[in-house]
């Protein structure tokens, strides 16, 4: 039971545009969200997190926005570069435990 | 500081065989998390270690088990493999989550490939 879903497997966006990538989540207990971002041959590594006590988190170029009543967030990257081609996973937590439940990620190409 | 480090990186391995996967946290960090990541699956928890107890543990069978020792290094187990078990697996690191949630990021390894055959 997938409790965490990222229904696009993936995106391509010109250079310079914004990319901006969902995220849907079925367990209203989860009160913690993060996205990672991973490169071939590499592990996850940690992007920007939101905690449920906000609806915006800005880090830069990336911004996640968390809508709890419809159980969706997204990641915008603007501008948009050819070094954000990557597959991003977004990561759900209902505790204090380190139990996250991630997504099976959104594959991003950035076209130079 | 050095990441998270993970041994071996690749392993090919035969049905029936066990397994043990090695993974040193970053200096400091306390909580050691296992997942395993499969095309079309994305990464599925299979445990968390803290202070040397499991302390959250996801839907797998029996076969997989871990440990972790007093250093915080933790190993992952699978025993009497099977084909279905072939995955990148994946540790993560973390100070302690019990401090809140700005605690909580993880800090992934870049995993160990496992065929088994």
């Known amino acids: 039971d997938q409790q965490v879903k990222q229904n696009s497997p993936s995106l391509s966006v010109q250079e310079g545009r914004i990319s901006i990538l969902n995220c849907d989540y079925t367990?209203?207990?989860?009160?913690?969200f993060l996205w990672y971002k991973k490169y071939p041959a590499e592990g996850p590594t940690f992007l920007i997190s939101?905690?449920?006590?906000?609806d915006k988190n800005e880090d830069g170029r990336f911004t996640v926005f968390l809508n709890k009543s419809a159980k969706h967030l997204s990641l915008h990257i603007v501008p948009s570069q050819p070094g954000d081609s990557a597959v991003y996973f977004c990561a759900a937590s209902a505790d204090t435990g380190n139990q996250f439940y991630f997504g099976t990620g959104t594959s991003l190409t950035v076209i130079p | 500081k050095a990441g998270v480090t993970q041994t071996p990186r690749y392993l090919i391995k035969t049905r029936g065989q066990q397994v043990t996967l090695s993974c040193s946290p970053i200096s400091g960090h306390r909580s050691v998390s296992w997942y395993q990541q499969t095309p079309g699956q994305g990464l599925q928890f299979l445990f968390e270690?803290?202070?040397?107890?499991?302390?959250n543990k996801g839907n797998f069978p029996g076969r997989f088990s871990g440990r972790q020792f007093s250093n915080s290094r933790s190993e992952m187990n699978v025993s009497t493999l099977e084909l279905g078990d072939s995955a990148l697996y994946l540790c993560?690191?973390?100070?302690?989550?019990?401090?809140?949630?700005?605690?909580?990021?993880?800090?992934f390894g870049q995993g160990t490939r496992l065929t088994v055959v």
């Open positions: 270690y803290f202070s040397e107890t499991q302390r």
């Open positions: 993560a690191s973390s100070l302690d989550l019990s401090t809140g949630w700005m605690n909580t990021e993880a800090f």
């Open positions: 367990n209203s207990m989860f009160d913690y």
């Open positions: 939101i905690s449920s006590i906000k």
